[in-house]
């Protein structure tokens, strides 16, 4: 009987998984600490060779998130991420003048249909 039911609970959990990948969806994560940098999405986008990161481009950055921009996060490995807060407000206060410069930042990874976010607990400058 105890196997059945932990074959059961299994196979639920299979499927479960394999229904949200059908979706475009992971299941949640554990959080996790990357380094890297914060970006405002639309200079990094759209801007070729560069130019829309690091220390040159850190006002502008933090002129743009500060009006309202969405945010982004470049890891460390070239991953572009969008940042959310936990909760359905903006992370701009949270990251007020940090564009520009190396952080640690510490979230969840969140996707969905090919779009990679951060969903946002903390940040400090890296170390």
Same mark, same amino acid.
């Given at each position: 009987m105890k196997q059945q039911i932990l074959f059961v609970v299994t196979a639920l959990a299979v499927g479960l998984f394999l229904t949200l +990948?059908?979706?475009? =969806?992971?299941?949640?994560?554990? !959080? @996790? %600490? *990357?380094k890297g940098e914060i970006v405002d999405m639309h200079c990094y986008v759209t801007r070729?060779?560069? !130019?829309?990161? &690091?220390?040159g481009h850190a006002g502008c950055a933090n002129a743009c998130i500060n009006r309202g921009v969405t945010p982004g996060f470049v890891a460390s490995?070239?991953? *572009?991420?969008? *940042?959310?807060? !936990?909760?359905?407000? +903006? /992370?701009? !206060?949270? #990251? $007020?003048? *940090? $564009?520009? =410069? =190396? /952080?640690a930042l510490t979230g %969840? #990874? /969140?996707?969905?249909? &090919?779009?990679?976010? @951060?969903l946002f607990k903390s940040v400090e400058p890296a170390k």
């Open positions: +990948s059908a979706f475009g =969806q992971s299941p949640a994560t554990a !959080e @996790i %600490t *990357l070729h060779g560069g !130019e829309g990161r &690091g220390a490995d070239g991953k *572009l991420y969008m *940042l959310f807060d !936990e909760k359905p407000f +903006s /992370v701009k !206060e949270k #990251i $007020a003048g *940090l $564009a520009g =410069q =190396q /952080v %969840t #990874i /969140v996707e969905r249909d &090919g779009m990679r976010a @951060i």
